[in-house]
Nanobody, 127 residues
């Protein structure tokens, strides 16, 4: 059984930082691409960042320069370091595991299927 468990969300003031974690079990973590998405009630889920098995990262424009996605394959854990947070970053953040991988640099979202999702962790940024 695949499980993705996010943690690290919370309430932070604008300009602050948070580091999200996602621990995976039941999948071959070290060979799959992973991603962070976020969603605000009433809006579509939005891609934040992706990372390949070898740590090639893609960022949405909203995340570039402020967020860093990383992974520790030995710990089956995905991270999202978020700095200089803004009120518009307020959302539920989800980690997702793909059944595929990618390599190289992408300037648009890598076209991957995400088969597994966590339950989410809430991030609230106050102004």
């Amino acid at each position: 059984q695949v499980q993705l468990v996010e943690s690290g969300g919370g309430l932070v003031q604008a300009g602050g930082s948070l580091k999200l974690s996602c621990t995976a079990s039941g999948i071959q973590f070290n060979i799959n691409a992973m991603a962070w998405y976020r969603q605000v009630p009433g809006k579509e889920r939005e891609l934040v960042a992706t990372i390949s098995s070898r740590s090639s990262a893609y960022y949405a424009d909203s995340a570039k320069g402020r967020f860093t996605i990383s992974r520790d394959n030995a710990k089956n854990t995905l991270y999202l370091q978020m700095n200089n947070l803004k009120p518009e970053d307020t959302a539920m953040y989800f980690c997702a595991a793909s059944t595929a991988d990618y390599s190289g640099t992408y300037y648009s979202p890598p076209p991957l299927p995400y088969a597994y999702w966590g339950q989410g962790t809430q991030v609230t940024v106050s102004s």
